[in-house]
């Protein structure tokens, strides 16, 4: 009898379009490492069940999506320091005393924004949009990148009060509503709402963005997105889509389960070379 393969996957609800399974298919070789990777679709009722039965069966790792990113918080017997700021987990691994929930989407943006794209954060002005789920996964590690200014503006600008009020121990952060973006432009601007998903682009004024503003969206897809077409529009110097960010995360979830940080820049050219093929 063969090696049974370390079994790996990725669960959501629904998952058909994820990409993670041609992802990992890649690190696979890249690295050399041999294992086996699904698509789980799991409603929410049956998401900690369906994980326990996964782990207690061998399995030996579990990339979450939406929409179970916080039901894994619980599902987890430990939390890494970032995935407890985050308060939501994207990477389950089996560990000697349990399951380990990890949250890799913030070092993937990281990751894309400094050693791919070449960005220096640092005592820069960096402003997200938006303050639910994927907002808290960014801000504890974009703030480690030491900017001078981080401000977090919402159509709702208590939430953004609230996630603001919550991180200010790890770095300079305000929270404010659209209303309140008066300041000169940033230097990055990262769409973290879910209105791109629906073609929507937020209410904030122009003066936001300068011939130096980077503009990165965290959604990406075949064309670009309502905001990345605005800020365009307005003359920033570049307009990203969050291509990057989706190989990073991955990268560093396949680092975490099996200790080598694979190289991403065949896998990022072969999957856009995928999508504008669709
Ligand atoms: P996620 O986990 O993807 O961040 P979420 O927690 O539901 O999802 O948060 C969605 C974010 O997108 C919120 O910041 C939301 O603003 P509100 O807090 O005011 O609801 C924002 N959002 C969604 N659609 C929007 C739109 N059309 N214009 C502006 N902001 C929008």
Redesign the pocket.
Request: aromatic share 0%; no cysteine.
């Given at each position: 009898m063969g090696t049974a393969l370390d079994q790996y996957g990725v669960v959501g609800h629904p998952v058909g379009h994820s990409l993670s399974p041609f992802i990992h298919g890649m690190f696979a070789r890249e690295t050399g490492q041999r294992i086996s990777y699904r698509l789980y679709d799991v409603p929410p009722a049956e998401f900690h069940a369906h994980v326990r039965a996964f782990f207690a069966q061998g399995g030996r790792g579990l990339n979450v999506t939406l929409p179970h990113k916080i039901a894994a918080v619980e599902v987890a017997h430990e939390l890494t320091p970032r995935a407890a700021w985050a308060a939501a987990v994207n990477t389950l691994a089996a560990r000697p005393d349990g399951i380990l929930g990890d949250n890799t989407d913030g070092a993937g943006l990281v990751r894309d924004l400094c050693d791919n794209l070449g960005l220096v954060i640092t005592h820069r002005r960096v402003l997200v949009i938006?303050?639910?789920?994927?907002?808290r996964g960014i801000v504890g590690p974009l703030l480690g990148l030491a900017p001078e200014l981080l401000v977090i503006a919402?159509?709702?600008p208590q939430?953004a009060h609230a996630l603001a009020t919550a991180f200010t121990e790890l770095g300079a952060v305000r929270g404010v509503g659209f209303a309140e973006l008066v300041d000169a432009p940033f230097d990055l601007i990262v769409n973290?709402?879910?209105?791109s998903l629906?073609g929507?682009l937020?209410p904030f004024p122009p003066s936001v963005i300068g011939p130096q503003t980077v503009c990165y969206d965290l959604a990406y897809g075949s064309s670009a997105t309502a905001f990345l077409e605005w800020a365009t529009r307005q003359g920033c110097a570049r307009a990203l889509q969050g291509w990057g960010m989706l190989v990073e995360q991955a990268a560093e979830s396949f680092r975490v389960w099996r200790g080598i940080r694979p190289d991403t820049a065949q896998v990022l050219a072969a999957l856009k070379e995928r999508t504008a093929s669709v």
């Open positions: 938006g303050a639910g789920g994927a907002t919402n159509r709702t939430r973290a709402t879910s209105a629906a929507e937020p």
